[in-house]
């Protein structure tokens, strides 16, 4: 075990989090979306240590973060026409973008896949550290492999502690749940993980269909291969046993007032929870999807934190950034989801 620096971001916490990246080290670092753990995507053994800090399968690719287009040269191979748009319209900001892969990126980046994910962040911290460290950043989600992703600094020390050496304090993350994934290496764009950025403002840019990937809203059949690796793992997941609960309010209240008990919580929207006869957990308000996306994650930390073991969960609008949350949330329900 290391001994875990948590700095606040300022100036010389960032100069010194991009002489740890340029040494081989790892460094979690706040973006717009969620925490991340950064180490040079060129560097093969600085990118192994993410997957062991995280306890991540290593078929599981990692997404690189630029501050500039001109890093691109060398990550990917070509350039096309529909990822200018994207990048024009969504840069800097949370979409990621897969393209064929170029010679300069690491192999443990891409996990055997002749594809690169790339995304240009918005954080200042996060591009601060690109920027002192001139190093295109490897970076996936800053927990421990199939646990909810971090959106605070201390979200990161409670899972990351000892496991690497700095932890740079930027805040709450202002997103909230992870970048949006879209492919542009096939012959159409195919969404592949929703996200802030809409399947709607992608077609509106690029002026053709999104395909939605299968395993967005649905687990995967057996023998049906995901088109991105993470999306075959448990994922997002609290200790306790979720379930989804889908239909209007007064359906929702009567279902968890006939299966209150011990252990039981309601993870609800904003004022939801009162008269119930179980504690609840509120993650955003109702008719705002981004609010439940920048509350799902630290809500699902509460409910560990508070011994939670069954939750049922009031399901978000599945469309817009609601999409990005449903997405999130039936993962940590491990797909069981009552219509009621
Ligand atoms: P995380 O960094 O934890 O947010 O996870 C990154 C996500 O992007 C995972 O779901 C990966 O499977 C996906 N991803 C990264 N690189 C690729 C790629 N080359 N092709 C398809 N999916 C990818
Ligand atoms: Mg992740």
Same mark, same amino acid.
């Given at each position: ?7 606040? =971001?300022?100036? #010389?916490?960032?100069?010194?989090? =991009? ?8 460094? #979690? +670092? ?19 240590? +993410?997957?062991? =800090? ?20 060398? !990550? ?34 891409? =996990? ?36 909810? $992703? ?6 990161? !020390? ?13 805040? $709450?993350?202002? /997103? ?35 395909? !939605? ?9 057996? @023998? ?17 046993? /979720? ?20 252990? /039981? ?9 009162? @008269? ?5 957990? $509120? ?37 817009? /950034? ?19």
């Amino acid at each position: 075990m290391m001994n875990t620096i948590l700095a606040k =971001a300022d100036k #010389a916490a960032v100069e010194k989090a =991009a002489a740890l990246l340029a040494a081989g080290q790892i460094v #979690a +670092i706040p973006t717009e979306t969620v925490y991340g753990i950064a180490a040079s995507a060129l560097n093969g053994a600085a990118v192994k240590k +993410i997957f062991e =800090a995280k306890g991540r399968p290593q078929d599981n690719p990692l997404i690189v973060h630029i501050d500039r287009l001109e890093m691109l040269k060398g !990550l990917v191979a070509t350039v096309p026409e529909k990822a200018l748009a994207l990048a024009a319209a969504f840069w800097p900001g949370p979409l990621t973008i897969i393209l064929p892969r170029g010679p300069k990126v690491a192999d443990e980046v891409c =996990a055997g896949l002749d594809t690169v994910a790339i995304r240009m962040p918005s954080h200042p911290v996060a591009r601060a550290v690109i920027a002192a460290s001139g190093l295109p950043l490897a970076a996936p989600s800053a927990n421990r492999s199939g646990g909810p $992703s971090p959106t605070t600094a201390a979200d990161v !020390l409670a899972d990351m502690e000892g496991r690497l050496p700095l932890i740079l304090d930027g805040g $709450s993350c202002g /997103v909230g749940v992870e970048s949006t994934v879209i492919t542009l290496a096939g012959q159409t764009p195919v969404l592949l993980r929703p996200g802030f950025v809409t399947k709607e403002q992608l077609e509106q840019v690029l002026g053709c269909p999104v395909e !939605l990937a299968g395993a967005v809203l649905h687990q995967l059949k057996e @023998g049906e291969t995901a088109r991105s690796p993470g999306m075959k793992y448990k994922h997002y997941a609290p200790k306790a046993h /979720v379930t989804i609960l889908r239909g209007d309010l007064d359906a929702y209240r009567a279902y968890v007032s006939g299966h209150a008990g011990p252990g /039981v919580w309601a993870l609800c929207f904003d004022g939801e929870g009162e @008269g119930l006869p179980v504690p609840s957990v $509120s993650y955003g308000a109702r008719e705002d999807d981004a609010s439940q996306a920048r509350e799902l994650f630290s809500a699902l930390r509460r409910l560990d934190e508070q011994g939670a073991e069954r939750v049922y969960a009031r399901c978000p609008h599945i469309g817009g /950034v609601g999409l990005a949350v449903y997405n999130r949330l039936v993962r940590a329900a491990a797909f069981e989801v009552v219509e009621l």
